[in-house]
């Protein structure tokens, strides 16, 4: 799937999209964000960070996302980049 219908979706299904692919997710929200689109947002990944060979990082993200997700525990849009 085209990383432009992911956002869309995420967007419809009130989600921030989660993602190593800075590359191509920034561009689509900073459109979304030229054009008044409010939207979730994105949760960036850094890769050193949270290699994916590693057997921790899966617990690692879960427990980084948690505490993202009660540190805004609405789901309002807020057009935010936050990087893990």
Partial sequence: MADSAVFAIAQQ???AV???NVVDFIP????ADQR???HL???L???ARFPRGSRRMVG???TELHALL???PDDEPRNARHWL
């Fill in 13 to 15: 299904e009130r989600r």
């Fill in 18 to 20: 989660v993602t190593e």
């Fill in 28 to 31: 689509l929200a900073d459109a």
């Fill in 36 to 38: 008044g689109e409010p």
């Fill in 41 to 43: 947002g994105l949760i």
């Fill in 45 to 47: 990944i850094d890769a």
């Fill in 60 to 62: 690692r993200l879960v």
């Fill in 70 to 72: 009660d540190a805004y």
